[in-house]
C-alpha cells in the first residue's frame, strides 16, 4: 500500500478512535497516526542499506516504480520476484510494543497504530502476492533467505 492511502487511513482510523474514546487526548490521537504512517521507514533503511544511497525522494520514487512494476506482471511471475524484509513489518515488533506499554503507557498508541498499518498491508497485499510477508520478520528470513539470494530482483 502506499503512503499516501496509509497517510489518509490511518489519520481516518486516529480520528475515528479519538471520537469513540476522546480519553485518549491529541497525544494518543497524533501517536496513533503517525505510528501508522512512519512505520515505513524501515522501507526507507532497506533502500539505505540496499543502494547505499540517503536520499529519501530516490528511496520513495525507487519503491513507487518497482511496486507499480510488480503489480503489472502475471500473478505467477509476481510470485517469482524475491521477497524483500522489512523489520518493522512483523508480529515481532507489535509483541514488543505490546509489553513495553505495561511499562510505558504511550506505547499502546504505538502498537495500535503500527497494528493498524499492518493489517492494511495485510488486506493490500493479498491482492496482488500469492505468498504473505508482513505477519512475521524472523519466519520471513528464515523462508525467503535462500529464495532472495537465488533470484534476480526485480528492476
Not at 522501507?43 to 543502494?51: I, S, V
Not at 518493522?88 to 504511550?106: D, K, Q
Not at 508482513?134 to 528492476?155: A, L
Amino acid at each position: 500500500m502506499y503512503l499516501k492511502q496509509h497517510f489518509f487511513f490511518g489519520l481516518v482510523f486516529a480520528a475515528t478512535l479519538f471520537l469513540l474514546f476522546p480519553i485518549i487526548g491529541f497525544l494518543g490521537f497524533s501517536i496513533i497516526f503517525l505510528s501508522s504512517v512512519l512505520i515505513d521507514f524501515d522501507h526507507y533503511l532497506f533502500y539505505t542499506c540496499k543502494k547505499r544511497n540517503l536520499n529519501i525522494k530516490k528511496a520513495y520514487n525507487s519503491f513507487i516504480k518497482e511496486d507499480k512494476y510488480c503489480r503489472s506482471l502475471p500473478w505467477e511471475e509476481r510470485n517469482k520476484l524475491p521477497r524483500k524484509i522489512f523489520i518493522f513489518h512483523g508480529i515481532e515488533v507489535l509483541a514488543i510494543l505490546f509489553f513495553l506499554s505495561f511499562v510505558f503507557n504511550y506505547f499502546i498508541f504505538i502498537f495500535v497504530g503500527f497494528g493498524f498499518h499492518l493489517l492494511l498491508d495485510l488486506i493490500d497485499q493479498t491482492t496482488y502476492w500469492d505468498k504473505n510477508t508482513k505477519f512475521s520478520t524472523i519466519y520471513d528470513v528464515i523462508k525467503y533467505r535462500k529464495e532472495n539470494c537465488s533470484r534476480k530482483p526485480s528492476p
